[in-house]
């Protein structure tokens, strides 16, 4: 079956701009996390949802960052007044509970930003 | 794509030997732990996990070992292939089993190279 599908692959932007990344999670997973990777790092945790809830958004670096979920299926990540620090790969995943046996995070291939 | 971890640590093997990936994590708390292998342009890929109340796992030629003593995981690898050859990536979650979810803390990734 498909797995967890990223649009677009790449993304160039200029300082300042408004950009949108999306995420179609598999079917059928309620929960759904983003992730920020910059180069030579580990992914770094953003957000999570649990439904078309936002659980947990302490991994925001700031409110230029928001991300909905507004069927509890695909979700987008919205970033304002795009800096060139936010250039990173934007990784999305998501999982069939989210919490309790280990349940398995499935990764998209990300999103590579470029703040120009 | 660009590749991911140009600046992490490398480890180079011979095709056939064993390789041992080391990840020192941060949370005393934390309760289960992931290996993720991540190739370039890719995103992170679920090798094997561990619960915080053991402390070896095997898998099909992966080994996890976890010594909560000193915060340490480790992945052994058997008999590496070339098509082993990727970033590896530990992750912890602080609360998986007492009431949290499935957040991940991701250490900093080792670069494993597999030469022929």
């Known amino acids: 079956g498909a797995g967890v599908s990223q649009t677009p692959s790449n993304k160039v932007t200029e300082k300042g701009k408004y950009v949108e990344l999306r995420c179609d999670p598999i079917?059928?997973?309620?929960?759904l996390y983003w992730y920020r990777q910059s180069l030579g790092q580990g992914p770094e945790f953003l957000i999570y949802?649990?439904?078309?809830?936002?659980?947990?958004d302490s991994g925001l670096p700031n409110d230029r960052f928001f991300a909905v979920r507004p069927e509890g299926s695909v979700s987008t990540l919205k970033i304002q007044r795009t800096e060139r620090g936010d250039s990173a790969v934007y990784l999305c995943?998501?999982?069939?509970?989210?919490?309790?046996?280990?349940?398995?995070?499935?990764f998209g291939p990300g999103t590579r930003l470029t703040v120009l | 794509g660009e590749s991911v971890g140009l600046h992490l640590p490398t480890l180079s093997v011979q095709e056939g030997d064993n390789s041992i990936i080391n990840c020192a994590y941060s949370?005393?708390?934390?309760?289960?732990f992931i290996w993720y292998k991540q190739e370039s342009g890719k995103g992170p890929q679920f090798i094997i996990d561990?619960?915080?109340?053991?402390d070896k796992r095997q898998g099909q030629r992966v080994t996890v070992l976890l010594n909560k003593t000193v915060k340490h995981l480790s992945l052994q690898i058997a008999a590496t292939q070339p098509g082993d050859s990727a970033v590896y990536f530990c992750?912890?979650?602080?609360?998986?089993?007492?009431?949290?979810?499935?957040?991940?803390?991701f250490g900093a990734g080792t670069r494993l190279a597999v030469h022929p």
């Open positions: 949802f649990q439904g078309t809830g936002a659980a947990d």
């Open positions: 079917s059928g997973h309620t929960a």
């Open positions: 561990i619960r915080s109340n053991m």
């Open positions: 992750a912890e979650n602080p609360r998986m089993f007492s009431g949290g979810y499935n957040k991940l803390i």
């Open positions: 995943a998501s999982s069939l509970f989210a919490s309790g046996a280990g349940d398995e995070q499935f």
């Open positions: 949370n005393s708390a934390s309760d289960y």
